[in-house]
């Protein structure tokens, strides 16, 4: 299944600057991991924002949620999901 996910980041401003480099380089590997596994497709940055747009191609709901709060900023995310469908007129999908 095809999820589009939206994450904005919301760090705090009194974050230690040690931690927030730790945290940073650590999803930045999780998000290199999850792409060669295949599970993360597509990953755009969302420009002018701390933000990111990804395409998850995981098997179920369940599968997409423990992938991502595995994601070292997971605790400072917002997320929005939109489960996505083949369009009948997209060219990819023509016989």
Do not use: C
Request: charged share 25%.
């Amino acid at each position: 299944m095809l999820f589009h996910v939206r994450m904005d980041v919301s760090l705090p401003h009194d974050l230690d600057h040690n931690r927030r480099a730790e945290l940073i380089a650590a999803e930045k590997d999780r998000a290199v991991e999850l792409q060669k596994l295949g599970v993360l497709p597509h990953l755009w940055r969302v420009v002018g924002q701390y933000g990111d747009i990804g395409i998850f191609d995981v098997p179920s709901n369940d599968e997409l949620h423990a992938f991502l709060s595995s994601l070292p900023l997971w605790e400072f995310m917002r997320v929005e999901v939109t489960p996505l469908a083949q369009h009948p007129s997209d060219l990819a999908a023509q016989p």
